[in-house]
């Protein structure tokens, strides 16, 4: 039954909207022409801020592959549901079935629910997209740099690069010149879901394999960016946004259509020409500063949200189910959620404020390395060892460069609205604001654990498994 009372100003289950999210994979914070993207446009994300609204202080819980997207799909830090790091192809566990992910979320209130893209959360059945509210899927299970290509694995690291249907394989060992198509084949399943599915409300979530490396870009954009490879594959995927965005107008649910475009973490800055740019950021992917977590976002729903605006406000993908979940009258699922409504930060309501006190980033095998207030200003990071290349190049055309090991010995202090750069320890002088966040991190340690305190979280929940047969 769909709920009827108002939200937000906006009747719940009367002519409820579609929802698209579209995540690409490794995307820099400048990496988006209206982010200060240099050597390739992007015109079509362009139009979408200015017929929308931008983000620039929007996060990821964790900047790397599958915890992310674990964040992103169920409202929960991903160490909350046993995901961490990038899980591998032969991985035994995934999402959990017990999970209440997006999908399920908006069947709820009869949408139609589709994927196309990169899944990364579990590569066989039952941990597959359609075991997990999606009527439909079709992309890869996990990232395309997991196959028997890959310069830096071990001969046999990795099995055949399997494309799936639902739960069948319609290709098992893509070639390089198949994934020269994936940012084609995922935008016409896309438009194809969309024309389907015009009379009804739907969710769709277009998970691009790419800007990730191994990068692949079709002949229709080969050599076209003055940047190279790589300005070529983000050109292709703003030419993929306009195909998204002209199939709404062209089966006229244009304005009734919330569209999302974001990263699932920083650019992974060790492949050079290969990834891309956080600047002004610190780092990248695989570490919780600033460059890492903070990711491009805009939005785009005519008449809903505010044309041509800029939002500073910090929020995260935690933040999404449950901002969705009000925005068209859905349940929050039983289990506890770490993400909260901030659909008037969204909306660009005057006054609003993110509800949240602070936000925690882990890394690695549940480090908790920073903490954030709720607002943005201030970032606690904790004692911790990251990867970095200070002032190196990263490597060239495709093969990378190996990070040295940075250890951070103390606490340190940032005020990101004087210092986004994260260039400047300012603890000795804001003694109060250190121990609020500590004692932040403290409530989080007890909950979730923290490897870097030898602390064991109460509030873990178990990811899905795959059976496995016993021994004979």
Known sequence: MLVTTAVHGYAAGANPPNIIVILTDDLGYSDVGCFGARGFTTPHLDRMAAEGRRFTNFHVPQAVCSASRAGLLTGCYPNRIGIHMALAPGTKHGLGGDETTLA???????YATGMVGKWHLGSKPPLLPTYHGFDDYFGLPYSNDMWPLNPEAKPGSYPPLPLLDGEKPVKVGLTPEDQEQLTTWYTKRAVQFIERNRARPFFLYVAHSMPHVPLYVS??????????????????????????????????????TLVIFTSDNGPWLRFGNHGGSARPLREGKGTCWEGGTRVPCIMRWPGHLPAGTTSTDMFMTIDLLPTFAKLIGAALPRHQIDGLDVWPLIAGKPGAKNPHDAYVFYFELNELQAVTDGDGRWKLQMPHTYRGLGDRPGGRDGLPVNYDMVKLKNRELFDLTADIGEKTDVAAAHPEVVQRLEAFAETMRAQLGDSLTKREGNALREPGRLAVAPKK
């Open 104 to 110: 399920e979320l908006m069947k709820q209130q009869g």
């Open 219 to 256: 002949s229709k954009f080969k050599g076209k960016s003055e940047q190279g490879l790589y300005g070529d594959v983000i050109e292709e995927i703003d030419w993929s946004v306009g195909e998204i965005l002209a199939a709404l107008k062209r089966t006229g649910i244009d304005d009734r």
